[in-house]
């Protein structure tokens, strides 16, 4: 099966950026859908941003912040966080829905960002 391993978290200030970055070991062409989902301490897992052909979607408490990108060459998929806020705190995880012929759902380990106030 696919693996998917993140990378790129760690602690940054209110303000800052951060590229997160999934790679994976097949084709993320594989996936019918790419994704980047977090989860805050206490909180439940809630979607931030996916890539469907091409085509990105933002959670609303992102949007024009964030920004989705996958290297197909690189078979990578990176999220930027730009004007990063304590609320973002949380692991995220990245995630390749419907991937190969079996339609899998594979999900990395995730990453932890914490934002500082």
């Known amino acids: 099966q696919v693996q998917l391993v993140e990378s790129g978290g760690g602690l940054v200030q209110a303000g800052g950026s951060l590229r997160l970055a999934c790679a994976s070991s097949g084709s993320i062409l594989q996936a019918k859908v790419m994704g980047w989902y977090r989860q805050a301490p206490g909180k439940t897992r809630e979607l931030v941003s996916t890539?469907?052909?091409?085509?990105?979607n933002y959670a609303d408490s992102v949007k024009g912040r964030f920004t989705i990108v996958g290297d197909n060459a690189k078979n990578t998929l990176y999220l930027q966080m730009n004007s990063l806020k304590p609320e973002d705190t949380a692991v995220y995880y990245c995630n390749a829905q419907g991937y190969g012929p079996n339609l899998d759902d594979v999900w990395g380990k995730g990453t932890l960002v914490t934002v500082s106030s």
């Open positions: 890539l469907t052909r091409g085509i990105a």
